[in-house]
């Protein structure tokens, strides 16, 4: 459900904390501003779930000048994308969720930073809800590849963990190319 703010039209405003990584994502491709309201604000354990404050954090670090406004009860989240750096960066993931749940979200923004990024990410590396390493490097490489991203692109599992303890590390690098290659599907 989207709301226009009257004061604010700039903002895309959403309820509830379906789909947080996803607007989050398309927030930050589209340098639009989001306020996500109601994230779990009837549960038992309210607002944003430290998963999903570790997945904040991650676009904090892949950006330049990002604002995010988290309330007190977490149940309301403001984040105004800034650029895309990329660059070199290393993130603990929260053993909550997978590697995988970061790095899909890591392998939709990276050819659009300004600077090649070069992940370091670290925790669970396969589990029973999010799509392993394995597999992304299986499907999305070979995807990115067919957008002209060959050079530099690559997924390396250097250590691998699981719950409880995590443990596991898992560098992604990707070329920031002046333009993508189109596909025909």
């Known amino acids: 459900q989207i709301k226009m703010a009257s004061h604010q039209s700039h903002v895309l405003t959403y309820e509830g ?39 904040i954090r ?20 403001y984040y105004q994308p800034g650029l895309l750096h990329g660059g070199q960066i290393e ?5 909550q969720r997978a590697v995988g749940y970061y790095l899909e979200a890591l392998v939709c923004l990276a050819p659009f930073t300004k ?6 990410l670290r925790g669970v590396t396969n589990d029973q809800v999010d799509v392993s390493v ?3 490097k299986a499907t999305c490489l070979p995807l990115l ?3 002209g991203l ?25 070329p920031n190319p ?7 599907i």
């Open 58 to 77: 991650l676009l904090d670090k892949i950006t330049n000048g990002s604002r995010i406004e988290v309330n007190e009860t977490g149940t309301t989240v």
């Open 91 to 95: 993130h603990d993931c929260n053993e």
């Open 145 to 147: 590849q067919l957008f």
């Open 178 to 184: 002046r333009k993508l290659r189109p596909v025909k």
């Open 17 to 55: 904390g379906n789909f947080l990584r996803q607007r989050l994502g398309l927030a930050t491709l589209s340098s639009r501003p989001v306020k996500i309201k109601k994230i779990r604000h009837k549960d038992a354990n309210p607002g944003v779930q430290d998963f999903e404050a570790s997945f």
């Open 115 to 120: 600077a090649p990024l070069h992940a370091t």
């Open 150 to 174: 060959i050079a530099n692109l690559d997924l390396k599992i250097t250590r691998r963990g699981a719950a409880p303890g995590g443990g596991g590390e898992v560098v992604f690098t990707c």
């Open 134 to 136: 394995d597999y992304l």
